[in-house]
């Protein structure tokens, strides 16, 4: 596709569910990048992932996240035992080379009842 | 670690006016960009302009240009005749590599108001 794609668009559960979050970058885009926005709130760094090296996953706020890429394909994003305050946008973003802007998704709204 | 910061979480602009936007960041690196993305309601990201640290000069797109400062690690957006429609979350961000890790670290944001 010509954009970063995310999906769902939007995803309602129930607390202590498990849900998955799914991020297609632009094709031949090396880097990968997840982010959190709470309501009215900056973007919080979850996870990077550039081409085959180890992704850098200092953001995950908890052992509860957790995020794969196969190469540089599709990436998902889990949250298990979902809280009330993981619900927020899931923001993905992808970048084609060092050192240039990352395009972004339109993200994934999470709400956790 | 590197830190964008942005305080002032509001503004207001009337229409066909200017308006500045701060910024200020906090790095040891010597190399690297900087960004302002612009945040509609419709929650999608769109870059508005991009600074790269070596080179002095401002980054000029359209009604937009940057007032960048490196010793003073400052990076401001002016917005030129101001629209309706640049209405919306602006952030700035700042992008090097870092122990092989290329985070791309955003401000807290700021919301701007363009009054008609």
């Known amino acids: 596709g010509a954009g970063v794609s995310q999906s769902p668009s939007n995803k309602v559960t129930e607390k202590g569910k498990d849900v998955e979050l799914r991020c297609d970058p632009i094709?031949?885009?090396?880097?990968l990048y997840w982010y959190r926005q709470r309501l009215g709130q900056g973007l919080e760094f979850l996870i990077y992932?550039?081409?085959?090296?180890?992704?850098?996953k200092s953001g995950l706020p908890s052992d509860r996240f957790s995020a794969e890429r196969t190469g540089e394909s599709v990436s998902t994003l889990t949250i298990q035992r979902t809280q009330q305050e993981d619900s927020a946008v899931y923001l993905c973003?992808?970048?084609?080379?060092?050192?240039?802007?990352?395009?972004f998704g339109q993200g994934t709204r999470l709400t956790v009842v | 670690a590197q830190t964008v910061t942005q305080s002032q979480p509001e503004m207001s602009v009337q229409e066909a006016e200017t308006v500045t936007l701060s910024c200020t960041y906090d790095?040891?690196?010597?190399?690297?960009?900087l960004f302002w993305y612009k945040q509609p309601p419709s929650r999608q990201m769109i870059l508005v302009i991009r600074q790269e640290a070596y080179k002095q000069q401002n980054a000029t797109e359209n009604r937009f240009s940057v007032n960048f400062q490196k010793a003073a690690k400052s990076f401001s957006l002016k917005i030129s005749d101001s629209q309706l429609g640049d209405a919306a979350m602006y952030f700035c961000a700042y992008r090097a590599t870092q122990g092989g890790s290329e985070k791309l670290v955003f401000g807290k944001g700021m919301k701007l108001t363009v009054n008609p």
């Open positions: 973003a992808s970048s084609p080379y060092l050192n240039t802007e990352a395009f």
């Open positions: 790095t040891s690196e010597s190399d690297y960009y």
């Open positions: 094709s031949g885009h090396t880097a």
């Open positions: 992932f550039q081409g085959n090296s180890a992704p850098d």
